[in-house]
């Protein structure tokens, strides 16, 4: 596996429950379009599995 992956919304957090709104917070996104560079560990991908709805993600 890669060692860091672009993780970037895609959709708007609106109407989402409030434990994806902060899990977007915690990968350290909140407007549409806007990237991150992360690390490739389990817990980022656990949360990023649970807005898999919202984002996009990119092995770098």
């Given at each position: ?11 708007s957090?609106?109407?989402q429950s409030?434990?994806?709104k902060a899990?977007l917070?915690g990968?350290?996104?909140?407007r549409i379009d806007q990237e991150?560079?992360l ?9 990023i599995?649970?807005?898999q709805?919202l ?6």
């Amino acid at each position: 596996m890669s060692q860091k992956i672009k993780v970037k919304q895609i959709r708007s957090a609106i109407e989402q429950s409030k434990k994806q709104k902060a899990t977007l917070k915690g990968l350290g996104l909140g407007r549409i379009d806007q990237e991150r560079v992360l690390e490739n560990t389990a817990c980022i991908r656990g949360m990023i599995r649970k807005v898999q709805h919202l984002v996009a993600i990119q092995e770098v």
